[in-house]
C-alpha cells in the first residue's frame, strides 16, 4: 500500500502508521502479539456497543467502507490469518492465497448484522491465540510465501494481525467520535 494523495484521509486509513515487518521479534514482542490478538474480539465488540443499523450502513472514514464492512473485513482478513499459521505450521514454505478484499466486503454475507462477524472474529482469536501461545521459536521461525510480500515468518505473521486488528478498532473508535 502506498500513501495517499491526501494526508487527512491517510490518517483515517492508518491511525496507528502503517505495519513495520521486522526480522525477529522478542519473546516478550511475540507474547504481546499474542495477547493483542486475544484481546481484539472484546475492543471491538466495546465500540461496537451502542452503534446502530444507520451507523453499520455509514462508512466509517470519508471514501471508505461502511462500519458493518469494515466489521466483516476484520473477520475474513483474520480467519486467513489463523488459515495461514496453521499452514506455515503444518506445510514446508506454503505459497498462501491471497485475497480480494474490496470484492470480499461486496459479497452478500457483509450485509450480515457486524455481531455475526464478530462472533466468529472471538472464535478464531480464541483458536489463533491458542495455537500462537503453544508454538515454540523454531515454531515461529517457520515461513510462509505470500505471492504480493514474499516469505514471511509465523512470527512476522503474528505480529502483521496483532497489528492488523488495532487499527481498524482505532477508525472504528474514530467513527464514534464523529458521529
Known sequence: ??????????????????????????????ASHVARIAEQPAALAEVLDGLTEADFA????????????LVHHIADSHINAY??????????????????QDAWVSLADASLPPHVSLALLAATHVR??????????EQFARQIMH????VMTL????????????PHIAQLRRYRERR
Not at 491526501?6 to 515487518?21: C, V
Not at 489463533?128 to 521459536?137: F, I, K, N, Q
Request: proline residues 9%; negative net charge.
Open 155 to 166: 512470527d512476522q505473521v503474528a505480529a502483521l494481525y496483532a497489528w492488523h486488528g488495532d
Open 83 to 100: 488459515i495461514r499459521v496453521k499452514l506455515g505450521l503444518t506445510e514446508e514454505t506454503p505459497t498462501i492465497k491471497p485475497y480480494d
Open 128 to 137: 489463533l491465540a491458542t495455537v500462537l501461545g503453544s508454538m515454540v521459536p
Open 147 to 150: 505471492p504480493e510480500s514474499g
Open 58 to 69: 455509514s462508512p466509517y472514514r470519508p471514501g471508505g467502507w461502511t462500519v458493518g464492512q
Open 1 to 30: 500500500m502506498t500513501a495517499s494523495a491526501d494526508p487527512h484521509i491517510d490518517a483515517y486509513r492508518f491511525p496507528l502508521g502503517r505495519f513495520q515487518r521486522q526480522a525477529t521479534y522478542t519473546a516478550e514482542e511475540r
